[in-house]
Structures are given as structure tokens and as C-alpha cells.
């Protein structure tokens, strides 16, 4: 982990990530930055993530 520990929803506020991007993360257990930060393309796509949805969370990690 390189930035702050957030929990999930300051995360995804501060981050501009969707309500559905929130709502796929917390229904797979992840709770903020200190366990999405381990996370998979492949699992964001066995998550259901769109592709855009996918570059956008990359894209937030990295500015993370």
C-alpha cells in the first residue's frame, strides 16, 4: 500500500468512483484501502466491473 488508509466510501468519494463501483467492492467483503489495494483485473472482471469501471479503478489507485 502506498497512499492514506480510507475506508471504502472516502475512497471512492475522494476518488470520483461510482455508487456502483462502491456497491461491487463492499459486497465482496472489501472494506477500504488496505484490502482493495491487493485486488486483480481478473477479479474485478469476475466482480462484474465494466471495462470502464476497470480503468477508472486503476486509475484512482494510481493517484492513490
Known amino acids: 500500500p502506498n ?9 471512492c468519494r475522494d476518488y470520483n468512483l461510482s ?6 467492492l463492499s459486497d465482496n467483503g472489501y472494506t477500504g484501502t488496505e484490502t482493495i489495494c491487493y485486488i486483480l483485473i481478473s ?6 466491473f ?4 476497470i ?5 484512482a489507485m494510481k493517484c492513490w
Not at 480503468?55 to 486509475?59: D, F, K, Q, V
Open 43 to 48: 477479479e474485478l472482471k469476475e466482480m462484474g
Open 19 to 24: 455508487d456502483g463501483i462502491l456497491t461491487k
Open 50 to 53: 465494466k471495462l470502464g469501471e
Open 3 to 11: 497512499g492514506l488508509s480510507l475506508p471504502l466510501d472516502h475512497f
Open 55 to 59: 480503468a477508472a479503478m486503476r486509475a
